[in-house]
């Protein structure tokens, strides 16, 4: 399956590792990327084997498949640029945040085989979660080739109408984030409470790690692990019974809900 990336930053470069770790062949891979710096850095970190260069030309019509993974606000501009260079069978997936699927076929002459896909940064050690939403052009060849390069880094998850991805950007594609915030102030807490910073970052981190883990793994919910682990009068009943007080539950969530308005906002 040859792809050809459209900007080499940290998504790209995440993908393209899992991508190649699945023993696919870098000659069977370009990258496009008008950084002289980071392209001295692709060509070190790959190999001689993989094309990388500045500029798109008609050798773009020889991929299957084109990923872009250049910054929203420089997307327009990638996508005339590359417009003259597709073939009919060119499959061309963004991982540009906000960007809704009209604009992208609009930008690309009305080209209709296109993927919209929403990773996560936890791609970037092979354990993200990327939703995907396709216009209607996109055959089940082409899903599978999203879910091959896609799935080299995070789980999959279809979704059928667009919209949607507003919610997973909220979620998952702002949620990193939000369990970095809960990292951080557990650590502190730590600290607070006087424990050397090596020992709070370190029991934070487990924690989140292996709390995650254990949820993912149990056949229990979140909820009924929360309840197996508060003893009645004990510790965590007091630490919860505070948060509850100051409805952190209900804030977390009108949170998650802004994410979302503010993805449709920049969507238009």
């Not at 393209?16 to 002289?36: D, K």
């Not at 540009?96 to 604009?103: E, H, Q, S, V």
């Not at 949820?215 to 003893?231: D, W």
Request: charged fraction near 20%; proline fraction near 3%.
């Amino acid at each position: 399956m040859k792809t050809v990336f459209i900007g080499g930053g940290n998504m790209a470069s995440a993908i393209l590792g899992g991508y190649l770790a699945q023993g696919f062949e870098p000659s069977e891979i370009a990258v496009i990327e008008r950084n002289a710096e980071r392209r001295e850095q692709l060509q070190r970190q790959w190999g001689g084997g993989m094309l990388v260069k500045e500029h798109p030309d008609q050798s773009i019509e020889q991929y299957d498949v084109i990923l872009m993974a250049v910054k929203p606000q420089d997307m327009s501009e990638a996508a005339r640029i590359l417009a003259p260079y597709l073939s009919r069978n060119s499959l061309i997936i963004s991982i540009a945040a906000g960007i809704r699927l009209d604009c992208l076929s609009q930008w690309f002459s009305g080209h209709n085989r296109l993927i919209r896909a929403m990773p996560n940064t936890p791609a970037l050690v092979g354990e993200g979660i990327t939703g995907l939403a396709a216009l209607s052009g996109v055959t089940s060849g082409d899903r599978e080739k999203a879910e091959i390069l896609l799935g080299s880094v995070s789980q999959i998850v279809w979704f059928e109408k667009e919209e949607e991805l507003d919610a997973v950007t909220a979620v998952s594609g702002c949620g990193p984030a939000y369990v970095f915030y809960f990292i951080e102030a557990l650590d502190k807490a730590a600290q607070e409470l006087g424990l050397s910073p090596e020992n709070s970052r370190q029991l934070a981190l487990q924690t989140f790690l292996g709390a995650s883990r254990l949820a993912a793994e149990s056949k229990h919910s979140p909820a009924e692990l929360r309840i197996q682990v508060t003893s009645k009068g004990g510790a965590t009943e007091a630490a919860l019974s505070s948060l509850e007080k100051h409805k952190v539950n209900e804030l977390f969530i009108d949170a998650v809900k802004i994410a979302a308005e503010k993805s449709k906002a920049l969507g238009r």
